[in-house]
């Protein structure tokens, strides 16, 4: 079974839309994560860490669901530089889903 | 501070050549990850050192690959004999915590090209 798992999408909304997206995860005993962005032809960088009590940053809302075993992505007010790949990974182990593709439109 | 360099940024080899890839970690990050991502694809998991220890190498392809890392310092991923489908964007990343679970920070990548 994969460490995680996402919707790899496209997610396709307009500027100015919420927009949020899960990670399954499969290993009950991780403790915190990792929400990770790419852009087209770039390397991952940390978007942002995800504990227990959840994480947010701006326009960002990460919160870890222990009992479904998922964490979520909240992104209100979305830019169109808000575009790119998003990535989770168990923090004690960097293995990414295959990622899930968002695509803000004008 | 530097952070993860790779080199070279761009190779392109023939099938059946070999072509040694490059990763410099973040001084002092004992975790280091390659991963390949194909030109459509995610980006996947190779392998893990900790320090020069091969800590997880499930993702490696096949024995045409082979990642060392003497000393624990920089690394290299081998590729020999190269084949099309090796095609692809290799990165790598290190982190400074293994137990903690750091934030690994990632190389701009090695894009290399078999024709």
């Known amino acids: 079974r994969k460490e995680v798992e996402q919707d790899p999408g496209p997610f396709n909304v307009p500027e100015g839309a919420t927009v949020a997206f899960n990670c399954t995860y499969s290993?009950?005993?991780?403790?915190?994560f990792f929400w990770y962005r790419q852009d087209c032809r770039k390397e991952p960088k940390l978007l942002m860490s995800?504990?227990?009590s959840g994480n947010e940053d701006g326009r960002f809302t990460a919160q870890l669901n222990r009992a479904s075993q998922y964490i979520s992505l909240l992104i209100r007010d979305s830019k169109l530089s808000d575009s790119a790949t998003y990535l989770c990974?168990?923090?004690?182990?960097?293995?990414f889903g295959s990622g899930t593709r968002l695509s803000i439109r004008p | 501070e530097a952070g993860v360099t790779q080199f070279p940024s761009h190779s392109v080899i023939e099938k059946g050549q070999t072509v040694t890839l490059r990763c410099d970690p973040i001084?002092?990050?004992?975790?280091l990850y390659w991963y390949r991502r194909v030109m459509g694809k995610e980006i996947k998991f190779l392998l893990h050192?900790?320090?020069?220890?091969?800590?997880?190498e499930s993702g490696m392809p096949n024995n045409r690959f082979l990642a060392e890392r003497t000393g624990g310092t920089y690394s290299t991923l081998k590729v020999q004999p190269a084949e099309l489908e090796d095609s692809g964007v290799y990165f790598c990343?290190?982190?400074?915590?293994?137990?903690?679970?750091?934030?690994?920070?990632f190389g701009q990548g090695t894009r290399l090209t078999v024709v």
């Open positions: 050192f900790v320090k020069e220890s091969k800590q997880d």
């Open positions: 001084s002092g990050h004992d975790n």
């Open positions: 290993n009950s005993a991780s403790q915190s």
């Open positions: 990974s168990s923090a004690s182990k960097i293995i």
């Open positions: 990343a290190s982190s400074q915590d293994y137990r903690g679970g750091a934030e690994a920070f």
């Open positions: 995800v504990y227990s």
